[in-house]
């Protein structure tokens, strides 16, 4: 209660998390059970999860490291942390953050920032690692991409691509979900050879061989193709690479690979695709963009349309990534053209 009285006005959370230091009588669907171990290597590992299977998770706690089991997935962090770093995992659990993401703030909580009268943390020297991300982070990093990207929307088809080119739009993505491979192959070579032609920057969603293969700019990919996509080809071969996140835990995850820009989403709700995680809205996002600003280009995504683009780029981020902006618009010009002034009016007010 102490530390939640100096984070900010934030919506009561969804789920109420028990924490439980002790072992309950009774474990119940949203407990989260702390387990203080000397170290990780015991064999505990392998049984605690299914000892607690009825809880919501376990946090297995050593001295440099605190992983989180949560439906499944395992994340495991290591960094120093504050004496009452649980008093604030539960406050930021109390803010409406899933537990990944409150751990990490936990760990990135320092008194200090309170009796500053900051006492969010924004400092990333603060912020925890994520582990076991060293084999798939290249020896170098990616290609650098400008820190504005400015307008960016994502589009289905070479053909779109085309048309937004015409129009005067400089970074652009293809993220052709549907295409079988000898289609997807000309679409992307297609919409490459047109992007190179007009001097943009065209990234292409998941398809990261066949980017490789057309010379494409860039490569998008979402935090499940990391499980799948060869990082250091793809550094190789000079392409920028892009990174979806959904909230603090991605973000750490994201920069230890020291992509080319990070995206942060959903801002707002969208229909364009089902999302697994609530939107952020822009108070979370402003507190994104305070951390990461100085360590990486950062694209928003999700539901930005003209009438809420000037709140979205007033936190920070150098672009808005946009899907229904574009492809409903009645009159794609005047959208592409509207949308494109609030980044010129938006520079403006940052110079
Ligand atoms: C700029 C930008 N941000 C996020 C996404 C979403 O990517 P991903 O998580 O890989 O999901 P799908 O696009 O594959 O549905 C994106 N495409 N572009
Ligand atoms: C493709 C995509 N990725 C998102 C993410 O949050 O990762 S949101 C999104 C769809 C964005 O579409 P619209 O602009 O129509 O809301």
Known sequence: MR?????????SPAIRWRLCSTLPQSIEANDLIILHRDTLTEDADQHEPSQFAAAAGVLTVTAET???????????????RSDDWLAAFAAFLECGFMPPDALVLAHAWREPHRLEGNAWPIDYANFPRVLGLDAMRPSVPFAACPWQLGLYPVVASA???ERLLELGVKTLQLRAKTLEHATLQAEIKRAVQAARHHHAQLFINDHWQLAIE????GVHLGQEDL??????????????????????????VACHLRPSYIALGAVFATTTKSMPTAPQGLTRLAHYVQLL????PLVAIGGIDQ???ADVLATGVGSAAVVRAITEASDLPKAVATLQHAFVRNLDLVE
């Open 3 to 11: 530390i939640r009285t100096h984070l900010g006005q934030w919506p």
């Open 66 to 80: 605190i992983t989180l089991r949560l439906g499944g997935t395992v994340h495991p962090l290591a960094g120093e």
């Open 159 to 161: 053909a779109w691509v």
């Open 214 to 217: 057309a010379g494409a700019y």
């Open 227 to 252: 499980q799948t996509a060869q990082l250091q080809t793809i550094a190789n071969a000079g392409l920028r690479l892009g990174l979806s996140t959904h909230g603090y835990y991605e973000m750490l």
């Open 293 to 296: 600003k100085k360590q990486v």
């Open 307 to 309: 009438a809420v683009l």
